[in-house]
């Protein structure tokens, strides 16, 4: 849950709550959380999403192998106006790695945690992008259960982490190879498994054309804001916003707490509507002592309705 910081109550709250859309605009800007089955690539999951609902225009928040199942995020239409978030976004993954050679737990223990923190990877062969050294973070590498040679692991890491690669990592540290055998996103954006509906469901809600079937499952794109940055705007400040300004710390309102200069921050009307996203300029803690300068640069803006 978030922790915010509160530079001003607004009494005033003039807009649309997310959920009292009509189901028209309720679509164009929602998402589903899906649970990808093994098999299919997340680009043919697309179009079999397309196929069942028509919608043309949909994207998916960060690509998973075919042999790989777990939590993709699907906004659709307007939503897809937030992937640098969706992309951008930490990810979850519980996985099997298969050492080449025993090893005790004590010496896998040791080289799973010499992994975590700032680490170089090349991505694998078969990616497809450029397949030249970066720098990624891992949050947690969690060791769950040893049995013979098979090691399962839990790993919280940075977008863009190769989870196959990190696998022969652990081997390169124990002085083996290693390989990666099976893997499962469980948590994207800040969504898990619990949150997630599957193909069949997303086939019987259009099927059925109930829209209280439908609700339960595209939900709002506002959800996205549960694993993000945030800061909620003033009424006053929204028109501005909306006509290419960036938002000053006198449209501040409230912001979480943990914003840094250049993180992704998600703007909310105090109605609860998200209005756009753009890039931190200032800290949470600057955000609300600083009396002027830019809060936000701001970088998308999400149709407003009224």
């Not at 028509?54 to 897809?80: M, N, Q, W």
């Not at 062969?125 to 839990?154: H, M, P, T």
């Not at 499962?184 to 054309?209: I, Y």
């Amino acid at each position: 849950m978030h922790k915010w910081l509160i530079k001003e109550n607004e009494a005033s709250v003039n807009g649309k709550y997310p959920g009292a859309r009509e189901m028209e605009e309720h679509i164009r800007k929602g998402i589903i959380i899906l649970d990808k089955p093994r098999g299919p690539t997340s680009h043919i999951v697309d179009k079999h999403i397309k196929d069942i609902t028509g919608i043309e225009k949909l994207s998916h928040g960060g690509t998973l192998d075919p042999p790989v199942s777990g939590v993709l995020v699907i906004p659709l239409l307007e939503s897809t106006k937030l992937m640098p978030i969706l992309l951008s976004s930490r990810k979850e993954y519980v996985g099997i790695a298969y050492l080449h050679k025993p090893a005790s737990e004590d010496k896998i223990l040791d080289a799973c945690n010499e992994l975590k923190g700032i680490i170089k990877q090349t991505p694998p062969k078969r990616s497809a992008v450029a397949r030249r050294e970066r720098e990624r973070e891992i949050y947690d590498l969690e060791v769950l259960e040893i049995k013979g040679q098979y090691v399962l692991i839990r790993v919280v890491c940075e977008a863009g982490t190769y989870i196959r690669r990190l696998c022969e990592q652990i081997g390169w540290k124990l002085d083996m190879g290693a390989h990666m055998v099976e893997l499962r996103r469980t948590k994207s954006n800040g969504f898990t498994e619990d949150d997630c509906v599957n193909l069949q469901d997303v086939f019987d809600a259009f099927v059925s054309d109930d829209d209280n079937i439908i609700r339960e499952i595209v939900q709002p794109l506002e959800l996205i804001g549960n694993g993000a940055h945030c800061v909620v705007v003033g009424q006053g400040a929204i028109l501005n916003l909306c006509n290419g300004s960036p938002l000053y710390v006198g449209g501040v309102v409230r912001v979480t707490s943990d914003i840094q200069i250049g993180d992704y921050v998600l703007m909310y009307s105090v109605s609860g509507e998200m209005i756009g996203f753009g890039v931190a300029k200032m800290t949470s803690e600057q955000m609300i002592l600083e009396n002027k300068g830019v809060a936000v640069k701001t970088d998308r803006i999400i149709k407003i309705e009224r």
